[in-house]
Structure formats: C-alpha cells, structure tokens
C-alpha cells in the first residue's frame, strides 16, 4: 500500500525527463511500485528516467528496470559513502561494478560517484571515495559513458578529483547544491548542473542563482527521488511524477514556455545519456 502519496500535478504540455532517480528507494520509501511509478511518471509527461544505483545490488537492480522499461536508462555506481564504510572490500566492490558497467547497452551513465564529506569526514574514509572516484571516471572513459558526480560539501576536492584525473567528456552534477560561483567553476568544465526539488525551497537563493548561470543547452531538472520533494509538497514522499512541480517553477523562473522547456530538458537529457531506444 501506497504511504500518504500527494495527488498527481497538472500534466506537462510536452515529454521531459526526470534526469535523476531511485525508483527502487521509492518502492522501498513510499509502497509505489516500479512499474506503478514508471506508468504515474508517463502520466503527466516525465517520459523517460534516469534509474540510478548506489551499490552493486541496486546498480543490477537498476539495469535490469531498464531493461524491463524502454522509458528507464540505468547507471551504476558506488556511492562515496558506501565507498567510504566499506574497508578493506572496498577492491572487491569496485571489481564487481566494473563488470557491470559494461554489461548492457541499457547502461548509460556511471554513477553517483563523487564525494560526501557531510556523512564521511575522517581521512581515511575520504581517501577510499577519492580512490572509488577516480575508478569510475575510468569506467567511463573507456565506456565512453556519461558520469553522474554526487558533491556534498566537497565542492573543491570534487573539482580537484576531476582536474587531476581528467575532466571527463560528459558529465552531471547531480542534485547541484552549489551557489554561483561554483556552477561557473563546474560549467567552465563542461558540466550539465542538474537541479532538484531543493530549488524551490524558500531559503535556497544561492541555487536559483545557480540556475540563473546555467546556460540552457547545460540545465537538467531531477526528482533525486524519494527525496528532496518539491514545493509545495515538501517533506511528503517523492517520485518521478512529481517532477513537474520543480519544472514549472524552473520554467516560470526562466521566462520560458513550458512546452518549450520540457523538449530542452529532453534534448539535453538525450545529449548527455543518449537517446532512450525507444524514442529515437
């Protein structure tokens, strides 16, 4: 049974995409199904999603969902946390992922990987999510695939992680959580900056002004779902069909058509991922 799911928003003029997702973590949060939350999504115009795995089950997990639904594309990843608690395992996690990323056509981004220093803080810990790091922009070059980069409070080793391994050729930073300034450092290395529900939060100026840089051929919109639920249905649980709450407000904000905003965000979903295979 669904937990206290808020109503389905206005559908959206035009076909977009939830650029960011985890439609197992939702099932597991809320009671809404893959295929249920897969079929709300299409309902109100969020085509195509962005599945995304934390750790190796969830990252198989995420290919096989993409597998099973043409409108889902899959990354796989270990998360900088896990990266972090898993010790002396950490060789054998990253072993196992390595596998998988070049296991299906269905995967299309490696990720999220980065760095979180709000839940990892000691020295060791961030020297196993640096190590994990740079595996996975390996991954991605030689798969020539997208990165989905995970920055909390590690704006400036994120960049220097990226500056000594290698800018790679496409990459998200994921649910950007940075001001201004630190968009420009991220767009002046080629970065797509993806924004979240946590845009349209009162307090979050310093985001909006974010967006406000973003140029629109490097703008993607997320759920970071069943988190980080929008306004106005803050702090109840979130899914991918509540993503035309954030891309209203983004489209507004902008002094854009929303039609028209929607096939951007298409367009720049498909630039950094690839076409889905069942749309082109």
Not at 125 to 146: C, T
Not at 262 to 279: I, K
């Given at each position: 049974m669904s937990r206290d799911l808020?109503?389905?928003p206005e559908p959206l003029p035009a076909p977009t995409t939830d650029a960011h997702t985890h439609?197992?973590?939702?099932?597991?949060?809320?009671?809404?199904?893959?295929?249920?939350?897969?079929?709300?999504?299409?309902?109100?115009?969020?085509?195509?999603?962005?599945?995304?795995?934390?750790?190796?089950?969830?990252?198989?997990?995420?290919?096989?969902?993409?597998?099973?639904?043409?409108?889902?594309?899959?990354?796989?990843?270990?998360?900088?946390?896990?990266?972090?608690?898993?010790?002396?395992a950490l060789g054998a996690e990253l072993d196992a992922?390595?596998?998988?990323?070049?296991?299906?056509?269905?995967?299309?981004?490696?990720g999220e990987t980065g760095l979180d220093y709000y839940?990892?803080?000691?020295?060791?810990?961030?020297?196993?999510?640096?190590?994990?790091?740079?595996?996975?922009?390996?991954?991605?070059?030689?798969?020539?695939?997208?990165?989905?980069?995970h920055d909390r409070d590690a704006h400036a080793d994120v960049l220097d992680v990226l500056d000594v391994e290698g800018v790679p050729e496409r990459f998200m930073m994921h649910c950007f959580s940075g001001d201004a300034g630190f968009a420009r450092q991220c767009l002046d290395r080629g970065a797509w900056l993806s924004f979240p529900g946590t845009v349209t939060f009162k307090p979050n100026q310093a985001l909006r002004e974010a967006f406000d840089i973003t140029p629109d051929d490097r703008l993607l919109v997320e759920t970071d779902a069943p988190y980080l639920t929008p306004v106005p249905l803050r702090g109840k649980p979130n899914a991918s069909?509540?993503?035309?709450?954030?891309?209203?407000?983004?489209a507004q904000r902008r002094g854009a058509d929303l039609a028209e905003f929607?096939?951007?965000?298409?367009?720049?979903?498909?630039?950094?991922?690839?076409?889905?295979?069942?749309?082109?």
């Open positions: 808020p109503a389905a439609l197992l973590s939702t099932s597991e949060f809320s009671g809404l199904t893959v295929a249920d939350a897969v079929a709300r999504a299409a309902a109100v115009g969020v085509t195509r999603l962005v599945e995304v795995g934390c750790d190796v089950p969830s990252s198989a997990s995420a290919i096989a969902i993409a597998e099973a639904h043409p409108g889902v594309i899959a990354c796989v990843a270990l998360h900088p946390n896990d990266a972090a608690r898993a010790g002396a992922l390595a596998a998988l990323v070049g296991s299906s056509e269905r995967v299309r981004g490696v839940r990892t803080r000691d020295d060791e810990g961030k020297r196993r999510q640096r190590e994990s790091f740079a595996a996975h922009l390996a991954w991605a070059r030689e798969h020539d695939l997208a990165i989905v980069i069909y509540l993503l035309p709450h954030t891309v209203r407000f983004l929607c096939a951007l965000l298409d367009a720049n979903a498909s630039a950094l991922f690839g076409e889905w295979g069942h749309d082109g």
